[in-house]
């Protein structure tokens, strides 16, 4: 039953993104596993992130658990769509019962999509993550597929609040092009340092969005001013210290010694 709501709703997100005019192209799919378990660790960079990755995999028949905010859950519909699908409720404040979760569906053979963020960055660099992607590869010896993509925060995400408080709408340009890009597996053994790898994963996870940002058709034209593109690169996005209190990170997170250093 979970993969027949999972097709009717990539068919629709697909019906939606048509409308659009909106392209989504992958590469490096062929790193993702066919069947047994997969941990991705994907990149955040709006809200409709899991739609792309998810709509990716499809391609290998994987269907993906995405770990989401539990508060999507607080919508009837979406709640039971949610359930069906098989994804996980993470509540930041009680994050043990999710870890337990997308374990059980690991231990399964199941894919399961992590966001190791905790949240989208207002910088647009990799910000601080969390080591719970190297806690469940390490326990459940599942491969960790990278996952980078960008063109997305150009359609829905975070940005600077305006005078009133409010952050930018999503937005109905037609003609936008999304990249999601699958990297090479890595694996953590038994005896490795959370931490430490979880600084791999960061540079990893910043060489995979970087190569994406860099690509022609996402560059701003000359002379644009560009608030979805990083300012290290270019753009007129906050730097990682302007977005600092902006960026909802919590105390346990690994601070980033990759990407920018401010």
């Keep these: 039953m979970s993969e027949h709501v999972y097709r009717a709703t990539n068919v629709l997100g697909r019906g939606v993104l048509g ?73 930041r404040e009680a994050p043990a ?77 037609r003609g936008r092009r999304i990249d999601v890009d699958f990297g090479e597996p890595l694996t953590i053994g038994a005896g490795d340092d959370l931490t430490e790898w979880t600084c791999r994963l960061g540079e990893v996870l910043t060489a995979q969005l970087e190569r994406l940002q860099g690509l022609t058709h996402h560059l701003p034209g000359e002379g644009e001013h560009a608030p979805w593109h990083p300012a290290h690169l270019g753009g007129h996005a906050p730097t990682r210290a302007e977005a600092a209190h902006l960026d909802v990170v919590p105390r346990s997170a690994v601070s980033p010694t990759w990407g920018p250093c401010s």
Aim: aromatic share 8%; glycine share 8%; proline share 7%.
């Design 19 to 91: 409308l659009l005019g909106i392209r989504t192209t992958w590469t490096g799919i062929e790193h993702l596993p066919r069947s047994g378990p997969a941990l991705l660790a994907a990149t955040h960079v709006s809200y409709p992130d899991f739609l792309m990755i998810g709509r990716a995999a499809a391609e290998r028949e994987r269907y993906v658990r995405f770990m989401c905010r539990h508060d999507v859950w607080h919508l009837p519909v979406v709640r039971t769509a949610m359930d069906r699908m098989q994804h996980v409720p993470v509540d």
């Design 97 to 173: 019962g999710a870890y337990l979760r997308a374990r059980r569906l690991l231990r399964a053979g199941e894919a399961v999509g992590a966001f190791p963020e905790a949240g989208i960055s207002y910088s647009y660099t990799v910000r601080s993550l969390m080591r719970g992607v190297a806690s469940l590869a390490r326990e459940t010896g599942a491969p960790v597929v990278p996952v980078a993509l960008w063109g997305s925060q150009r359609v829905w995400s975070v940005g600077v609040p305006d005078e009133r408080g409010r952050e930018p709408r999503p937005s109905l340009a």
